[in-house]
């Protein structure tokens, strides 16, 4: 099947430091990708929807300027978490589709922690 | 009222014991069913699409009821290997909507 990566897996910074998670899609084009986010024995929760040149669609509730995502190629999607706090350390994954009602393909998830 | 409602769990069963799981979605223009298992710490990973007509993959029956907005996933014979979080989503135009999950651990 279809193969998505993360980097980092796990990444743990300080307070108010910026982290920048990258999602690939490694042998498809995702015209469409998604980033969700999972707080311990919580199910995953979506962020935000990403098309391959524009601007992201993020949910209700979800800052966009705390959450920068960036679309820049249809194998490439990145996640900044700018000015990180403790209560953002969670865990963020990532998943890609080709097409409108196609598989999601997920990623292997980074642990963010912030102390 | 949540997207898609599932069982609280968690389920603590007997090797070899059945288990039914239940999920209920609230919008009834949804598209696609599906169920997700997803391992302590790990990405979630398909495990058997839903389909009206009901299917079965081994061990594993899956059951969609349009009319009621209900899904259920039926584990026969379970396995330590089993013991996961398992995930009910569905999709409406493209859109994935997450159940909470329920817990299950298969004991020896």
């Known amino acids: 099947g279809a193969v998505v990566s993360q980097h980092p897996s796990r990444v743990i910074c300080k307070s108010g430091t910026s982290v920048k998670i990258e999602c690939r899609s490694l042998?498809?084009?995702?015209?469409?990708m998604f980033w969700y986010r999972q707080f311990p024995k919580q199910s995953l929760m979506l962020m935000a929807t990403?098309?391959?040149?524009?601007?992201?669609?993020?949910e209700q509730g979800v800052e966009k300027d705390k959450f920068l995502i960036n679309h820049a190629s249809l194998t490439l999607s990145t996640l900044t978490v700018t000015s990180a706090h403790p209560e953002d350390s969670s865990f963020y994954i990532c998943?890609?589709?080709?097409?409108?009602?196609?598989?999601?393909?997920f990623g292997p998830g980074t642990r963010l922690t912030v102390l | 009222r949540k997207e898609v409602e599932q069982d609280p769990g968690p389920f603590n069963v007997p090797e070899g014991a059945t288990v039914a799981f239940n999920c209920t979605y609230s919008?009834?223009?949804?598209?696609?069913f599906f169920w997700y298992r997803q391992d302590c710490r790990k990405e979630p990973k398909l495990l058997m699409s839903?389909?009206?007509s009901g299917n079965e993959d081994g061990r594993f029956t899956a059951q969609l009821n349009r009319a009621s907005q209900y899904i259920s996933l039926l584990i026969r014979d379970s396995k330590l290997s089993d013991s996961a979080t398992y995930l009910c989503?569905?999709?409406?135009?493209?859109?994935?909507?997450f159940g909470a999950g329920t817990r299950l651990t298969v004991k020896p």
């Open positions: 998943s890609a589709r080709l097409t409108l009602l196609g598989t999601q393909y």
């Open positions: 042998d498809f084009q995702a015209t469409t």
């Open positions: 990403s098309n391959e040149g524009s601007k992201a669609t993020y």
């Open positions: 919008n009834s223009a949804s598209q696609s």
């Open positions: 839903v389909y009206s």
């Open positions: 989503v569905v999709t409406s135009e493209g859109d994935m909507r």
